[in-house]
């Protein structure tokens, strides 16, 4: 391979890496990105009395919002951090308003891969809150060991999200209440700056190549 060729595999490369990183999905139903909890199917010791120690650091309210966070606070004294749905709750959903509307490409949770795992992971959205399109639903979730995903294949705008789990299975499964840690929607990152730049130098350097190697043919 001649030096002309080489540089234009080096911008071929540029460009595919590139491209890569303009595939990678940034979660946006996190608290730091305006998310909120707005309601669920039910949640456990809302109307009985705590176990394990009672209620810490707020309690009920910090479970909610440990599904939004990566560094969630216990909220029962044994330190548990899960939202945990009431015992009987064949449903198990909840809905998280997010910041703002987005173009969602995927949805995912995370969960005990033992303890009250949920029996199914499926996922809901809308516009207004009240009118929700279902989009897909994965039995077994715990199959990807304590945390699922849904790819949507095309970008679905919305604004709520309702996150279905079902009943509890595994250790203290049904009539227990499923426990779920984090709950998030992604979008497609926006490419920074400098990969907009190797972008730019794989386009160029794609086209330098085509350029040279129309030249050599003729020559020839």
């Known amino acids: 391979m ?3 060729s080489a540089v234009g595999a080096i911008f071929l490369a540029l460009s595919v890496s590139a491209g890569a990183a303009q595939a990678s999905t940034v979660n946006v139903a996190l608290s730091s990105a305006g998310a909120s909890f707005v309601s669920a199917t039910s949640q456990i010791f809302s109307s009985d009395p705590a176990c394990c120690g009672g209620f810490i650091n707020g309690g009920l309210t910090t479970a909610q919002n440990n599904l939004l966070t990566t560094t969630p606070t216990a909220w029962l004294a044994n330190g548990d951090t899960r939202f945990i749905f009431g015992n009987n709750d064949p449903i198990s959903s909840l809905i998280i308003k997010l910041g703002s509307i ?10 005990s891969s033992t303890d009250r795992v949920p029996s199914l992971f499926g996922v809901a959205t809308s516009l207004n809150g009240s009118l929700f399109t279902p989009f897909g639903v994965i039995a077994n979730p715990n199959g ?3 945390g699922s995903s849904l790819l949507t294949g095309a970008p679905v705008s919305a604004l709520y999200v309702e996150y279905f789990f079902g009943p509890a299975t595994g250790d203290n499964g049904f009539p227990n209440g499923a426990g779920v840690s984090e709950v998030f929607a992604s979008v497609a990152a926006v490419p920074e700056p400098s990969t907009w730049a190797m ?7 794609l086209g ?7 030249r050599h043919a003729f020559n020839v």
């Open 2 to 4: 001649n030096i002309k």
């Open 102 to 111: 987005s173009d969602l490409v995927s949805f995912g949770a995370t969960f």
């Open 144 to 146: 990807s060991g304590g």
């Open 199 to 205: 972008m730019l130098l794989g386009f160029i350097g």
């Open 208 to 214: 330098l190549m085509f350029r040279y190697r129309q």
